[in-house]
């Protein structure tokens, strides 16, 4: 699901501003986006965001505004400076001709001109990340409820769809071994077989049939699966990976009714039950 949030915070080492997008994927993998003085409490953040994000690509930027006060200090080693410049004094006295110092010649050598950049104490930083990244958590949540509720919508209209279809092929079912009793004898008559409708090996061969071809099992988990679904969707826990492993479990079920089952009209509710199905999986993949 997708989501964005933005927090920021300010305590005396500056201001720190937390920016969060997150997109589709089936499992969570947390990106941060950091200065290399905060790397130490990169295991921090991943941690605060799985705590509250179990699914998706959720990248982490984050950026910390220091007061001007304390940014870099340039120091010169006069001393140094000074023995450089003799030094190139001393060379022009020796080859006859002026030899001059640049401001490049100071910035190159060692120790000359030094800057003293002190970087972020990351437990420091941490006090203005927290509340910042807290802030920006809460509205990818926000965000992500509202995209949670109208999937829910969607899903619950398709299984309607889906519990129509099982509904039909349920009450196609029945007439299926009547259905082959009326095409075996038919077949034997055409065989010149004509066989009297109390023959033994002609009920056994029917009730054989209607056995093989029975789905009241798998209708009836159907509708456990079905109803299963609905409490997840009405649920407040996270139920991407239940829904998905239900969806596989939907799926079985009427494949088997479309191998037992051996009818043209209940094929074709399979397919359309089928079809309707993988709607379903494509969105339950974006569901937390």
Known sequence: MTGFGRGSATTEIGTATVEIACVNRKQAEVVVQAGRDLATIEGRIRKAVLDKVS?????????????????????????LAEALDNALKTISERIGRSVHATA?????????????????????????????????LAQVLETRAAEGSDLAKDLSTRLDILEQLKNTIA????????????TLFKRLRDAGLDLNLDDERVIREIGLFADRCDISEETTRLDSHIRRFREYLEGS???????????????????????????????QNVVAAKTELEKIREQVQNIE
């Open 237 to 267: 826990e996270p139920a991407g990976r239940p829904l998905d492993f239900l969806c596989q479990e939907i799926h079985r079920e009427f494949n088997t009714i479309g191998s037992k089952a051996s009818d043209a009209d209940i094929a």
């Open 55 to 79: 699914r998706g690509r959720i990248q982490v930027s984050i950026q910390i505004d220091r007061p001007a006060e304390s940014g870099a200090k340039v120091q010169v080693d006069e001393a």
């Open 104 to 136: 490049a010649d100071f910035m190159r050598s060692p120790g000359v001109i030094t800057f003293d950049d002190s970087g972020i104490d990351p437990e420091a930083a941490w006090l203005a990340i927290e509340p910042a990244l807290e802030e920006a």
């Open 171 to 182: 009450e196609l079912a029945p007439a299926r071994p009547q259905h082959y009793r009326e």
